[in-house]
């Protein structure tokens, strides 16, 4: 018997509103390197409503993942917030102390990450780990745990539930490994789950499976997710609003449909003409030509601009603002007239 | 009329005994590539496509099997005589970091095979790698830089460079761009797309990764638990496969839809794949089919043409 029942989901933004549950205000990170200074996120702003699932996309080095790793506190050596805020639940989470921090993640913020071997510990059974997520966040008996792990591993498709508790996480395969995750993410019944690169690391049908998974789940329970992703047909089928980040700067953002129907940034347009497109699978793809900066200084012009084919004197000289170009859509082009400016 | 194939696979059978049990890695393969043709062979991991490229180019004998290339078998062969043959054939590996000597220059990695053949004197060969750097988009002055010095993808650059430097007229590649970031990986990929227009170069591009085999391949042969499934022209793969599995792997490819509405459902394969040590009986894929019935428990289908050149291995399609 098949374990894991095929899920559909639909593609209808549901009305989304009320307050963010997550408010990212003025980020700014950096790294310090043997090299130099790396300026890694240089002020991005955005919200996440409940329910609400965001994209972020972007290159290599665009900062997407170092911008969620900094809200949980994960930055790793040499690297630190300078400024900004993250409003969440009423508390900044970049003026928590790390053990206030460490609690946030995985308790209240769910986290699912690209890199298996980062999410669980080796030494302990998978079951184990899961359980332990609702015995430290809740009120709730070891036993209690035991079996409410067992019920979320069977909600998550892992078959012989009671069995795959006690073993190791190098026991099971990639997708189980990642359902597991999944499970241990969304046990403490966070507001918000963080996922980076989710499925990158499977095979084909098992990502579906993954991506199916965490649509679905986070939908039943209303969870938001910020999800980092370099694959635009998945965040394009999963979320409802997109970010794009270049040189640690948002370039663009727009609702889902918005951001499908009238994606305004070249940088964006750049990475849609790289993208594949199963439909036409021998049309050549153009990868924008250059490598993203290194970044060894914060932007004074337009990060974007030397890899732009549009890129005129003003560009090489001043950073554009990130405006607001129509209800659900803000983009940071001096190409791109604003809302007022037509 | 009948042109013998570059390369052509016939039967291709390969287990290996890991720790005292039997793994079917690849069974009853057969697949051809004619000259200036290229095949892409995708699955997942763990499907024995890698095993069928070793077979391919002589790193691995098959336990029974023949292996041609221009018609010449190659199974059985000494490795002073694949040597010989892989004039005509190269392999690209997805860790050019661990194929290229650390020791060595750029520029004396790009033409070891020519050197160990003998074939050119140090300043010709200087020259010969310079050329070669330059075609595969880098810089000929890199001939002087040590492999640590490159990036991952410079690195993979330079493997190219050393396959090409005895003009084969077919590369096998396996996995050649997974491990590199993504826009490298679409660089990467322009490179190999100008190599086959422009030598008129083949390839059997070994990858579980779906978009990359779409652009490099006319044919694709989709393998599932060391078995072909399916094999057929690249856009009828894309737009149509006919066997279950193809349906759900080419359908893990989302693409960008044009508006919301157009977005398409996420529909999952559901279980996982059987354990290579334990094959199921009758289809390999009747434990997840969407649409088994009785006989796919039983009986093994055979691959049949359906048409247009196109194989499935599928009782219902």
């Not at chain 1, 997520?133 to 209690?144: E, F, K, P």
């Not at chain 2, 194939?5 to 393969?29: M, Y």
């Amino acid at each position: 018997m098949a374990d894991f029942v095929a899920e559909t989901i639909t593609g209808a933004n549901s009305g989304l509103s009320g307050q963010p549950v997550l408010d990212v205000r003025g980020l700014v990170v950096e790294f310090e390197r043997a090299d130099g200074t790396i300026h890694a996120v240089n002020g991005v702003d955005f919200a996440v409503c409940p329910g609400e699932w965001i994209g972020i996309i972007g290159e290599s080095g665009s900062g997407k993942s170092v911008t969620l790793m900094s809200l949980l506190g994960l930055l790793g050596d040499g690297g630190r917030v300078t400024r900004g805020h993250a409003w969440f639940e009423g508390t900044d989470l970049l003026q928590l102390p790390n053990r206030r921090l460490r609690s946030v993640r995985g308790n209240e913020i769910g986290v699912v990450f690209q890199n298996l071997a980062e999410g669980f510990n080796p030494y302990l059974p998978i079951g184990v780990q899961i359980a332990e997520t609702l015995v430290s966040h809740r009120l709730c008996t070891r036993r209690t745990a035991h079996r409410r792990a067992i019920e979320l591993m069977r909600e998550l498709g892992i078959g012989d539930a009671k069995a795959r508790f006690h073993q190791y996480p190098h026991e099971l395969s990639g997708g189980m490994r990642q359902r597991a995750m999944i499970a241990s993410a969304v046990a403490s019944e966070p507001k918000v789950i963080f996922a980076d690169e989710p499925t990158t690391a499977l095979d084909s049908t098992v990502q579906m499976q993954v991506l199916a998974l965490l649509t679905d789940i986070c939908r039943k329970r209303g969870t938001s997710v910020v999800m980092v992703t370099h694959d635009l047909g998945v965040a394009a089928h999963t979320c409802d609003r997109i970010v794009v980040m270049y040189a640690g700067m948002v370039m663009e953002e727009a609702a889902i449909d918005e951001f499908l129907q009238h994606p305004m940034h070249p940088y964006t347009l750049g990475l849609r003409a790289a993208s594949f497109d199963p439909d036409q699978p021998d049309r050549p793809l153009r990868p924008i030509p250059g490598y993203a900066p290194a970044l060894l200084e914060a932007p004074h012009s337009c990060p974007f601009a030397p890899r732009c084919h549009l890129a005129t004197a003003r560009c090489r000289e001043h950073v554009p603002a990130l405006r607001r170009i129509g209800p659900a859509h803000r983009v940071a082009c001096h190409h791109v007239q604003g809302e007022n400016e037509t | 009329m009948s042109v013998s194939p570059l390369l052509d696979l016939r039967h291709i059978e390969k287990s290996f005994r890991v720790r005292g049990k039997q793994l079917f890695a690849v069974r009853d393969v057969s697949l051809s590539i004619r000259k200036g043709e290229s095949l892409g062979l995708v699955g997942e991991s763990g499907s024995g496509k890698s095993t069928v490229g070793r077979c391919a180019i002589g790193l691995t004998a098959p336990d029974s099997g023949s292996v041609r290339l221009f018609g010449e078998e190659l199974v059985g062969r000494s490795r002073r005589e694949l040597r010989q043959m892989w004039q005509h054939m190269q392999m690209v590996f997805q860790d050019a970091g661990a194929a290229l000597h650390p020791r060595m220059t750029v520029g004396r990695n790009v033409i070891d095979p020519l050197v160990a053949r003998r074939l050119v004197d140090g300043r010709e060969g200087r020259e010969i790698a310079r050329q070669l750097l330059e075609q595969v988009g880098l810089n000929p002055d890199q001939a002087e830089a040590y492999p640590f010095e490159l990036s991952g993808g410079q690195q993979q650059r330079v493997m190219i460079a050393r396959a090409l430097a005895v003009e084969p007229q077919l590369l096998i590649c396996d996995e050649p761009v997974s491990a590199l970031d993504v826009s490298v990986q679409a660089q990467m990929m322009e490179l190999f797309v100008k190599l086959k227009q422009k030598r008129n170069l083949s390839y059997l591009f070994i990858s579980h990764n779906l978009p990359s085999v779409g652009q490099i391949a006319d044919h694709i042969a989709v393998m599932y638990l060391g078995e072909i499934v399916e094999v057929g022209s690249a856009h009828q793969m894309f737009r149509a496969p006919y066997h279950p599995y193809s349906q759900a792997l080419f359908a893990s490819v989302l693409p960008i839809p044009a508006n919301v509405d157009a977005r398409r459902e996420l529909r999952a394969l559901p279980g996982e794949i059987p354990s290579p040590f334990d094959l199921p009986s009758g289809c390999p894929f009747h434990t997840r089919c969407p649409v088994a019935v009785g006989r796919c428990r039983d009986v093994r289908p055979p691959l049949r043409p359906v048409g247009d050149g196109h194989q499935v291995a599928c009782h219902l399609a």
